[in-house]
T-cell receptor, first 113, second 113 residues
Framework: DAGVIQSPRHEVTEMGQEVTLRCKPI?????LFWYRQTMMRGLELLIY????????DSGMPEDRFSAKMPNASFSTLKIQPSEPRDSAVYFC???????????FGPGTRLLVL | AQTVTQSQPEMSVQEAETVTLSCTYD???????LFWYKQPPSRQMILVIR??????QNATENRFSVNFQKAAKSFSLKISDSQLGDTAMYFC??????????FGKGTSLLVTP
């Protein structure tokens, strides 16, 4: 298996622009997680899905952030409009069930100017 | 609520020596899992070791072992025969029933020749 795939690996955009991050989980994994990593706040869980259904989005910072999982093999995290404080590394991870090992993608480094 | 605390922001160890990274946690749940993840400069998050709270035996994976003290809510990671490739950020994480994975702030480990 290729592991969790994320794209793009790097994204540089200007404030106010829409940003879409993409994730393909490991086949057969029922859970998908989106995390954000910054120096100040460390690793934060933004949202997670079970069988394509959002279960907990309490970590989503504000209405500018939205996430979807239209099918078992694809998820997106969208920021609209983006702001400089959104600059971070965004990770996607998947696992077969809760309390099992989560497998992380390589992350997307986002820089909002 | 659940919390994870890593009190050592940075550590250094010489190659071939042993180092221990500390982690304490808090949860009101009886059923939970503890993890150590490694993040090398490549940024990839990699599972190092996993411990089920109901198991008294400490988990081991080759040169990596844990000291799990349930009553004290302590979960330290011991790295034996340290190698240059062990240089990374190490994150302690907790997942208990009804909660998603919660990470500590991390310990930056430098292995020197």
């Amino acid at each position: 298996d290729a592991g969790v795939i994320q794209s793009p690996r790097h994204e540089v955009t200007e404030m106010g622009q829409e940003v879409t991050l993409r994730c393909k989980p490991i086949s057969g994994h029922d859970y998908l997680f989106w995390y954000r990593q910054t120096m100040m706040r460390g690793l934060e869980l933004l949202i997670y899905f079970n069988n394509n259904v959002p279960i907990d989005d309490s970590g989503m910072p504000e209405d500018r952030f939205s996430a979807k999982m239209p099918n078992a093999s694809f998820s997106t995290l969208k920021i609209q409009p983006s702001e400089p404080r959104d600059s971070a590394v965004y990770f996607c991870a998947s696992s077969p069930r809760l309390q099992e090992t989560q497998y992380f993608g390589p992350g997307t480094r986002l820089l909002v100017l | 609520a659940q919390t994870v605390t890593q009190s050592q922001p940075e550590m250094s160890v010489q190659e071939a020596e042993t180092v221990t990274l500390s982690c304490t946690y808090d949860t009101s749940e009886n059923n939970y899992y503890l993890f150590w993840y490694k993040q090398p400069p490549s940024r990839q998050m990699i599972l190092v070791i996993r411990q089920e709270a109901y198991k008294q035996q400490n988990a081991t994976e080759n040169r990596f072992s844990v000291n799990f003290q349930k009553a004290a809510k302590s979960f330290s990671l011991k790295i034996s025969d340290s190698q240059l490739g062990d240089t990374a950020m190490y994150f302690c994480a907790l997942e208990s029933s009804g909660y998603a994975l919660n990470f500590g702030k991390g310990t930056s480990l430098l292995v020197t020749p």
